[in-house]
């Protein structure tokens, strides 16, 4: 089953790659300092607090509201879920982890 999670994983990845390619060319000129929401989505990948990606992808997705268009914006939202989404895994790992070392001691 676990195999099955990461190639579901993969398979997501590359679907939102193949999907926002023009828009990384867009997202990658643009600089981090002149945006400040690029800047909250770089310090919360670093950080991993779930409050602040919360809320970097709540704006975000008002972001989409106001510029549809903007496919950058869609690309970072997908960013910010994938960083959620992987600290989840992460601490679902750990739960897991330490209820299997519990039970045998």
């Not at 997501?12 to 390619?21: D, K, M, Q, Y």
């Not at 300092?33 to 409050?51: F, N, Q």
């Amino acid at each position: 089953m676990h195999s099955r999670k990461s190639a579901d994983r993969c398979r997501l990845t590359l679907a939102c790659v193949g999907l926002f390619s023009s828009a990384l060319v867009v997202s990658a000129s643009a600089s981090v300092a002149d945006d400040p929401l690029a800047a909250a989505v770089e310090a919360a990948r670093k950080t991993h607090d779930e409050r602040q990606l919360q809320s970097v992808k709540t704006q975000l997705e008002q972001k989409t509201v106001q510029n549809p268009n903007d496919a950058g914006v869609y690309l970072d939202l997908v960013r910010v879920q994938q960083y959620l989404m992987d600290d989840y895994e992460n601490a679902k790992r750990q739960e897991s982890g330490w209820r299997s070392g519990g039970q045998g001691h």
